[in-house]
C-alpha cells in the first residue's frame, strides 16, 4: 500500500512557476519510479515527467527544456518545477509511483491530483 500526497498547485500567470510536490508513504521500498501525469477537460491523461530510483529522467516533449523533476534524499519526495508556464499547462497533476514486486509484475499508484490554472 502506497499514500501519495500532491501539493503546490495554484493559479499562475502565463511566463510565471511553481513546484509540484509529491509525499509517498506506505510501503515505499520497492518504488521504482515515481512522476507526473496531467489531464486537462476533455483531453487525454498525459506523462509529464518521471524519474526513477536510479535517477534517470523523461520529459514529455511539451515540458521539456522547462521543467525539472527531482527527489528528496530519502527519495519518498518528488518534486517537479515548471517555469515559463503557458495557458496550455492548464490541467489537473496526478503524481504517480510504480511498485515493482519481485516477481517483475507492477502496480501503479495515483495521487488525488492538484490543480494547476495558468491564466492572466
Not at 491523461?45 to 536510479?54: F, K, L, N, Q
Not at 514486486?101 to 490554472?117: C, I
Amino acid at each position: 500500500q502506497v499514500q501519495l500526497v500532491e501539493s503546490g498547485g495554484g493559479l499562475v500567470q502565463p511566463g510565471g512557476s511553481l513546484t509540484l510536490t509529491c509525499a509517498a508513504s506506505g510501503s515505499i521500498g520497492m518504488i521504482s519510479v515515481m512522476g507526473w501525469y496531467r489531464q486537462a477537460p476533455g483531453k487525454l491523461r498525459e506523462m509529464v515527467a518521471t524519474v526513477t530510483s536510479g535517477g534517470s529522467t523523461n520529459y514529455a516533449d511539451s515540458v521539456k527544456g522547462r521543467s525539472a523533476i527531482s527527489r528528496d534524499n530519502a527519495k519518498t519526495t518528488v518534486f517537479l518545477q515548471m517555469n515559463s508556464l503557458k495557458s496550455e499547462d492548464t490541467a489537473v497533476y496526478y503524481c504517480y509511483a510504480v511498485r515493482t514486486y519481485e516477481s517483475g509484475s507492477k502496480y501503479v499508484y495515483w495521487g488525488q491530483g492538484t490543480q494547476v490554472t495558468v491564466s492572466s
